[in-house]
């Protein structure tokens, strides 16, 4: 009966709708939170992080906040996904459905809200003029490298989740040091060449660094950090999508 | 295990199962980690043991058997909630599950928003619910309610909008409980006629329960289930004949009210 493409798009939409309506139900800021929990800590991170760094980056707001928004929508979906299967298994047990619609709709309903942050981003841009149309390819690539690791990772965690519950308390503890060894709020240039390998292996450090590029006027990542990263990108999702397609057919003998 | 499917074209047949057995991992309460490291065997519990079924369009099958016999497993089975470790389950056309009905609404939405998202959980699209969404309002008998979030509907409430959502999405095969009877009097009449018709438009449906009178009043054909294993299958009447031999104690007659 989920053949058809349409009807999985169908629900895909109205699953996202949910997340999107019952996200700010009873709020009166609504969607602003959106941008505001990010100037925040803009705001905060860019205050006290000034006495530290010793050389002086461009745009130093703008850079930040670039990157806030891009590490928010990663580190939101990523914790969100992460228990879905678990929280929904109300609707697991009613009927068959499409499983991926559950940490799907979570990524798609943060993706929203990147993009309507993104819109109000225009306004700084135009400002510092940090962005020229031969930027929007990178940007393409950076959108598509982050979609794609997102959806990869929390494939992989909300299906092992279902087993294992460890894994949510991991993606928690994880997400912290993870926040540390991505390049937001210092440069790649502090790091020194003999742990650089730890950044490599973190995919996120280019596609951080692709938005901070096209968007606040950065240094671009290295061709080797790309292609490493890029290569990672792949793998991990071949890996999620895979273990999800096995798993997802018992997630109810283990809720 | 013949059921005699050679006589049958293909076509008529609704749900298939073919040497079906299931396996669940026994979950012990806080099992501690020196625990499961030393004992690295999990235990293991077969709910089904090589089942094999054939249910034609048009077929009403009363499943029946003691607590923990597999009915909820095959049931699950047979709805693709659930996968068997091992066989095959074929089934055409929509399945939907009149069991727990109020489950999967989510509390912050109205009740419109929650037919939505119910609806295509049970595989209907968003075009067909709009053009049935009057008709599924108008069933479950919420009137102005349908715009208020869920968490402020009664019990019955729910079940009726739940009953009206998957009385509505076309099902081809229903599966039920005995706790079919849901909400007032006048919608118990109102759900009784809509099986009614159901039943008599020839479409499958699979009822487990403990309630004989419900399933020789329904059923065309029985099956009893014991600690996972098909051990009669036929009429209904002579299922439940074998089933009150079953039990040590002579099962009570219900009382006729």
């Known amino acids: 009966m989920f053949n058809q493409p349409r009807h999985f798009w169908d629900l895909l939409i109205g699953m996202t709708e949910k997340e999107l309506k019952a996200r700010y139900k009873r709020t009166f800021f609504g969607f602003l939170w959106v941008i505001v929990n990010p100037i925040l800590q803009m705001i905060v991170i860019g205050f006290v992080f000034r006495f530290f760094i010793k050389e002086p980056i461009q745009n130093y707001y703008l850079y930040l906040l670039v990157g806030l928004l891009v590490w928010n929508f990663f580190s939101l979906s990523l914790s969100k996904a992460t228990s879905s299967i678990v929280n929904e298994r109300s609707l697991i047990k009613k009927a068959k459905f499409p499983r991926e619609v559950i940490p799907l709709s979570i990524i798609l309903s943060n993706l929203f809200h990147l993009m309507i942050a993104f819109c109000l981003l225009i306004i700084p841009i135009l400002i510092t003029g940090t962005f020229s149309i031969i930027n929007s390819p990178k940007l393409f690539v950076a959108i598509i490298m982050l979609i794609t690791f997102t959806t990869g990772l929390s494939l992989l965690t909300s299906a092992l989740n279902v087993r294992f519950r460890d894994i949510n308390f991991f993606v928690q503890a994880f997400l912290i040091i993870w926040f540390y060894i991505t390049p937001i709020v210092y440069t790649i240039n502090v790091i020194p060449r003999s742990v650089i390998w730890i950044w490599r292996l973190n995919p996120l450090t280019s596609v951080v660094q692709l938005f901070q590029n096209s968007l606040a006027g950065a240094a671009p990542p290295g061709p080797a950090m790309v292609s490493i990263n890029i290569f990672l990108i792949i793998v991990l999702t071949i890996v999620g999508v895979q273990v999800f397609e096995k798993e997802s057919k018992y997630f109810d003998d283990w809720l | ?257």
């Open chain 2, 1 to 257: 295990m013949t059921t005699g499917y050679n006589n049958m074209k293909h076509k008529d047949i609704a749900i298939r199962l073919t040497n079906v057995s299931k396996k669940y991992i026994v979950h012990h309460e806080k099992p501690t980690l020196v625990e499961k490291l030393i004992n690295r065997k999990n235990e293991e519990f077969w709910a089904l043991k090589d089942i094999n079924l054939e249910i034609g369009v048009g077929e009403r099958i009363g499943v029946i058997g003691p607590n923990g016999s597999g009915k909820t497993t095959l049931l699950k089975l047979i709805t693709g909630i659930s996968t068997p470790t091992s066989g095959t389950v074929k089934t055409s056309g929509k399945i939907v599950s009149l069991i727990d009905l109020e489950a999967g609404f989510h509390q912050e939405l109205t009740g419109l928003q929650n037919i939505f998202l119910n609806g295509m959980i049970l595989g209907m699209s968003q075009n067909e619910l709009k053009t049935k969404l009057q008709g599924i309002i108008n069933f479950a008998g919420i009137g102005k309610f349908i715009d208020m979030p869920i968490f402020t509907y009664s019990e019955g409430m729910k079940l009726r909008l739940g009953f009206s959502i998957a009385a509505n999405s076309n099902p081809d095969i229903i599966i039920l409980d005995e706790n079919l009877a849901v909400g007032d009097r006048d919608f118990v009449i109102k759900s009784g006629k809509w099986m009614d018709s159901f039943i008599g438009s020839g479409k499958v449906v699979i009822i487990a329960s403990h309630n004989m009178d419900l399933i020789s009043r329904i059923c065309s054909k029985a099956i009893l289930l014991e600690n996972g294993s098909i051990i009669a299958r036929g009429t209904p009447s002579k299922v439940i004949m074998k089933y009150n031999c079953l039990s040590d104690y002579p099962r009570p007659i219900r009382p006729r009210l």
